[in-house]
């Protein structure tokens, strides 16, 4: 038979199909894609086993990369060591890796993409947490299996005192699959799994309420909560991850972005040569300088502006354009019983649970051993100890070592263990001190072996005792947040602010609630007179601004809601049109009504404060800058009652009195000051204690002792009554009258309620609108000057059918 008859003929298609087969299964179970259980890749889990098994731990001093790289791929991992030292740097980056697994010392690479110095420079040692992966390693919890060599046994999975799959997230390509696992925080992933211990039918809502997301080590804001929620039930979702921004203004009103956190696994070197670029090239115009600030106190990217460059223009440039705001898709993979699965997160945690079920209990099992061998014993040695004499004389009386342990067993009783326990009694235990001691050890020992049967033999018991230890990790470990999450996905509009022509216009809201925009010009070729202004009929103008189309107006809702609407975003039309419905341009609420709107230039400019008035008297003061936002959906602005709503709201500085009057004819001063800042979200304070029925009608801001308070009824009554009568009292009380209403028996009646009131200081010149849609406009002149506790006299001649609802003031 020659050689060539050895062989047998196959088809090329059958042997590499054969032979890739068997490579991707090594590449994804051994190689690629973690364990669901310990949540580590087979490299990381050898590199912290060998380091472990070396006694390179947290209480000795760092030893060489080297020596590490070397004991794991001639004992575990035959491959090349450059892989091994990539996987053991990654574990010592903070910008990787949510808690770091290795602490390093030396030149670990950095966020510029650097690469870690060579092996033989660098020092490491497992970090205290990477002990809690290995805790109880050594006491049989996990399986152990033979070498690449058999040589030695390797883990085949650590015990991993804590979710590190999600904790420190994970990314890997193999054939066929891929996977990415984002970090997640520390406590909150515990107590989720505390939280599904107790409860396993727990729904993900529920789960979401205590694990709200990601949160990366490089910290950034993280956009689309339904991206989570969809992540966390199939295994697959997307979510935009942004970095955290500021605008800051500096010297001679120029303005800076300054970016202080990046998104997750960018290079920081990049962005900033992308950033750069941009400026170079002249994409857009207003970026002077980018320069990074970066060093010992953390990260900071400075992007200078131009002067009266579009901050926030450029930003939204820089966000749509750079990796200052990416995509983050989740893939979690992970090895399930030798095989690849997509799970979501219930599945992760549970199997994780599952895992920690075996490990204590084998744990458990490992020492109830160690403690029924060492009772044994020492039963043994008390047993001896009260039979003294006879065992001495016994152990005199034979030949030698063997014969002394055999007469032990056969004329007291004893096992072979306590016999040669007993043989190497030292003489100092013979002591009654000593003999006192076995007899304590005993009960010590014998308390153990119940606590470890109760947990063999209990199931909740069993689960009492991992929630206590991770618990235990939490508090030692547990970190704050780094990542803010947002719900909701904020749409990025450029070309809009960032090329906008700055000019002056005017803009127009009417009471109806429709909108526009118009250039100086179209309002001077149309007479120049606000009555010219187009309206529908029945309708008038409730605001009337001039801004610049780079300002931004804040549109105020009795709800308590917010619109930041950016006045070139505001439709153009001629003075003489109707412009178009507000909700077309802002997605207000059909049920809600516009309470306020205020033109803002700088949301930044210091000392700044909006108050809010609702109409049941309560009082909130909040800084102007924390109202600056790029979402275009309503955001809540002030926490209002169901039987509440904003009636106003006014720009401050917080050294002025506010005067609160009441549809009943109360008044209230009190010094602004008394209005503790409060976060955006808050409901405020009580201004003004109402009696039933009441309500507050108008807020006045008063700089001085000057002028006076005009107050006007529905019935067309008014009067003006002196500042100086009104005296500054303690915010929350119930103030004092201002107006005195008659009953109309004895006298014509002069009102039901107050309809609105002004601080004069100069004449005004009011509009007053009627129920039947009547305008008639009077002068504040007109009104007499009485005392505070009088009936005022009528100025406008109100039907009896009719009621003023409102009075506006004329510019």
């Not at 921004?245 to 001679?252: F, L």
């Not at 909006?610 to 909130?620: A, D, M, S």
Request: hydrophobic share 40%; proline share 3%; glycine share 8%.
């Amino acid at each position: 038979m020659t050689i060539l008859e050895n062989f047998l003929p196959a088809f090329l298609e059958e042997v590499v199909g054969d032979r890739f087969g068997r490579y991707s299964k090594y590449i994804i179970q051994d190689r690629a894609i973690p364990d669901v259980r310990d949540g580590l890749k087979p490299v990381q889990r050898r590199i912290l086993y060998a380091m472990y098994d070396a006694g390179n731990t947290p209480d000795k001093p760092y030893r060489k990369s080297a020596k590490t790289v070397g004991d794991v791929m001639g004992n575990y991992h035959p491959h090349g060591d450059a892989s091994i030292y990539e996987g053991m740097a990654r574990m010592a980056q903070p910008w990787k890796m949510g808690h770091m697994l290795i602490d390093g010392h030396g030149n670990w690479g950095s966020i510029d993409d650097d690469p870690a110095a060579a092996m033989r420079y660098t020092e490491a040692r497992l970090s205290d947490i990477a002990m809690e992966l290995l805790r109880d390693i050594e006491k049989r919890t996990v399986q152990f299996k033979d070498n690449f060599d058999n040589t030695t046994k390797e883990p085949v999975v650590l015990p991993a005192r804590f979710p590190n799959l999600l904790v420190n997230g994970v990314s890997g390509i193999s054939s066929g699959f891929a996977t990415e696992i984002p970090p997640h925080n520390l406590r909150e992933v515990i107590d989720a799994c505390v939280a599904l211990i107790d409860r396993p039918a727990m729904e993900l809502d529920e789960l979401m309420q205590i694990v709200k997301g990601p949160d990366f080590p490089t910290g950034g804001i993280i956009m689309g909560s339904d991206g989570i929620r969809e992540a966390f039930r199939t295994g697959k979702g997307k979510i935009y991850l942004r970095a955290r921004t500021s605008i800051e203004s500096v010297r001679g009103g120029l303005q800076q972005i300054v970016i202080t956190q990046i998104p997750y696994q960018v290079v920081k070197s990049r962005l900033v040569t992308a950033m750069e670029n941009i400026r170079l090239e002249k994409k857009i115009e207003g970026i002077s300088v980018v320069r990074d600030e970066s060093g010992r106190e953390g990260m900071r990217i400075v992007v200078e502006l131009k002067k009266d460059a579009d901050a926030q223009g450029i930003l939204a440039y820089l966000f749509k354009k750079t990796d200052l705001q990416v995509t983050y898709n989740f893939n979690m993979v992970a090895i399930v019983n030798k095989t690849p699965q997509q799970l979501g997160i219930q599945e992760i945690l549970s199997a994780y649970i599952e895992h920690q079920k075996e490990v204590v209990t084998y744990r458990s099992r490992y020492d109830l051993e160690k403690a029924e061998d060492r009772a044994h014993v020492l039963e043994g040695l008390a047993k001896a100890l009260n039979i003294l004499d006879e065992v001495i004389a016994a152990i005199k009386a034979s030949k030698n070592r063997q014969d002394a342990q055999n007469n032990l067993v056969a004329q007291f009783g004893f096992t072979e263990r306590q016999a040669d326990a007993i043989l190497t009694l030292q003489l100092y235990r013979l002591t009654n001190l000593e003999i006192h001691a076995i007899e304590k050890d005993l009960k010590e020992v014998q308390k153990t072996i119940d606590y470890l049967r109760a947990i063999l033999g209990s199931e909740k018991k069993l689960l009492a005792v991992i929630k206590q230890e991770m618990t235990e990790i939490r508090n030692k470990y547990g970190i704050d947040r780094r990542s803010e999450i947002q719900d909701e996905v904020e749409e990025l509009k450029v070309n809009l602010e960032v090329m906008v022509t700055a000019e002056d216009v005017y803009v127009t809201l009417s009471n109806q609630g429709y909108i526009k925009r118009t250039s100086k010009l179209s309002f001077a070729r149309s007479g120049g007179e606000i009555e010219t202004t187009g309206l529908k009929e029945g309708d008038y103008v409730r605001y009337l601004f001039e801004v610049n189309t780079l300002e931004n107006l804040l549109i105020f809702t009795q709800k308590g809601q917010y619109y930041l609407l950016p006045v070139h975003q505001v439709p153009e039309y001629k003075w003489k049109d109707n412009g178009t419905a507000i909700v077309n341009v802002i997605p207000i609420s059909r049920d809600d009504r516009i309470a306020t709107v205020i033109p803002v230039k700088d949301f930044d400019e210091p000392g700044k404060s909006l108050v809010f008035i609702t109409k049941r008297g309560q009082v909130k003061r909040t800084e102007l800058k924390e109202y600056m936002t790029n979402r275009s959906s309503g955001i809540v602005a002030c926490k209002v009652a169901d039987n509440d709503a904003v009636i106003d709201v006014h720009v401050s500085m917080n050294d002025q009195d506010i005067m609160l009057v009441t549809k009943a004819g109360m008044a209230i001063r009190f010094q602004e000051n008394e209005v503790n800042r409060m976060g955006r979200a808050a409901g405020g304070v009580r201004g003004i204690q109402l009696k039933d029925g009441d309500e507050v009608i108008s807020a006045q801001w008063i700089k001085s002792e000057e002028g006076e308070l005009l107050v006007i009824s529905d019935l067309g009554y008014a009067k003006r009554s002196l500042i100086l009568d009104y005296p500054v009292q303690g915010r929350g009380g119930k103030g004092i009258v201002t107006f005195e209403f008659r009953d109309g028996k004895k006298a014509k009646a002069n009102g039901n309620e107050l309809v609105k009131a002004y601080i004069v200081k100069e004449e005004l010149i009011l509009s007053a609108i009627l129920q039947s849609g009547e305008r008639v406009s009077f002068s504040s002149e007109k009104t007499p000057i009485e005392q505070r506790k009088s009936t005022g006299r009528q100025v406008i001649s109100v039907p009896k059918s009719d009621a003023i609802t409102n009075v506006m003031k004329l510019d």
